[in-house]
């Protein structure tokens, strides 16, 4: 969930990041799968084991929503990587942050909530119930509207296309992420921001802490020398993620899903240091990866109005949803996946750019506006 100007050719293209976003977007799709099971907001007559290929992804199915906090931390490592320069040193404006970020976030968000909004009433029709998530009024689509869905005005935690959660409180992030770049860029500022946060608790604390030890994790990666000393210190790290999960697995007796918050902190941007490593592939495998990763968005804005577009056919054909059958679950991951492909190349890019040329052609300029905005 980041972008910028076009990065010079030889700059560092954070393929191993853009990986692991993917892999994280899976994980949000298999324990997200479980909404089909739901009859309201819960589930009803569940057999985990019996969902498919629960055998390899009994981990996803039975953890809390891991690959969102993973997500936050990538998401701090890319914009201090990104704009903790641009920001110190005054040459990008506040507005042209703004802007980059509303023409990243918000075409999609608004194109999903409609049609969330429009689809939720003909589901409520047919079953006499929301699907999964409850709050969709006037109050509810208003803050929507806003991105602010999860400041701590709503009734309960999600509504809408509830994924939008974590968004909303990225705003939040930003509000604070400029300024408090401007006052200073030392790093002991992201180690006080999460100390604070794992003292508090809550949502937004939680993705505060993740967002700026991520960060950490940038400021880092930047410090690291390409020398020897910065070699065996990239050994150290590589050392680091091998083995904390073997020791999170002693202690929890095989147990992953009880993995602690605090560890997931520890852990994450110590991998984020490690892949964040300039790799050089063929160019045809960093274009795949590159394209994985700007699926990311799509994926996780899109998946669950088709999840509703999928759950309302099969309301008004009055039959079961196949849930436990390894084709529906390909069928659905497959689906989300060209769509949000689909999505990203006609749709979030040529409005983000157009957002872009708009707000920030210069003033005098005529068709031929600002370098092209990408990502």
């Not at 990225?170 to 100390?195: D, Q």
């Not at 790290?237 to 520890?266: C, N, T, Y």
């Not at 994450?268 to 964040?276: A, E, N, Q, Y």
């Not at 960093?286 to 394209?291: A, C, D, K």
Request: glycine share 6%.
């Amino acid at each position: 969930m980041y972008d910028e100007l076009t990065p010079p050719p030889r700059a560092n293209k954070l393929l191993g990041l853009e990986v692991l976003r993917f892999a994280s977007t899976l994980s949000i799709l298999f324990l997200h799968y479980l909404h089909f099971a739901d009859v309201g907001d819960k589930p009803v007559d569940l057999v985990k084991d019996r969902l498919p290929f629960y055998g390899l992804l009994h981990f996803f199915y039975e953890s809390r929503p891991y690959g969102v906090w993973v997500f936050w931390c990538i998401s701090g490592f890319i914009f201090f990587w990104k704009y903790r320069d641009a920001i110190t040193d005054r040459s990008m404006s506040g507005w042209t942050f703004f802007v980059l970020r509303l023409s990243r976030l918000y075409p999609l968000h608004l194109m999903t909530l409609l049609l969330v909004a429009l689809l939720q009433p003909v589901y409520h029709g047919l079953s006499g119930h929301f699907f999964v998530y409850q709050d969709n009024d006037i109050r509810h689509f208003l803050l929507q509207i806003f991105m602010a869905s999860n400041w701590g005005f709503q009734l309960h935690d999600y509504s809408f296309n509830g994924p939008i959660w974590s968004i909303s409180i990225e705003v939040l992030i930003y509000a604070a992420f400029f300024p408090m770049l401007l006052a200073t860029r030392s790093a002991w500022l992201n180690v006080f921001v999460v100390v604070t946060c794992l003292n508090a608790s809550g949502y937004i604390p939680a993705c505060f802490a993740s967002f700026y030890v991520g960060g950490l994790a940038a400021i880092a990666r930047r410090a690291v020398p390409p020398v020897t000393s910065g070699l065996a210190l990239e050994g150290v790290a590589w050392l680091a993620v091998v083995a904390l999960p073997l020791w999170a697995w002693s202690l929890a007796r095989g147990k992953m899903e009880l993995l602690d918050f605090q560890l997931l902190l520890i852990y994450t941007p110590i991998l984020l240091f490690c892949l964040s490593r300039e790799i050089t592939v063929p160019a045809s495998i960093q274009n795949v990866v590159e394209v994985a990763g700007n699926m990311t968005y799509s994926s996780y804005l899109l998946h669950f109005p088709i999840q509703l577009i999928i759950v309302l056919g099969f309301a008004m054909a009055g039959a079961p949803i196949p849930f436990y059958e390894e084709t529906f679950f390909g069928v659905f991951i497959a689906t989300t996946l060209l769509a949000s492909y689909v999505t990203y190349r006609r749709f979030e890019a040529p409005a983000q750019n157009l957002i872009r040329n708009l707000l920030l052609r210069p003033k005098g300029a005529g068709s031929e506006s600002a370098p092209r905005l990408t990502r």
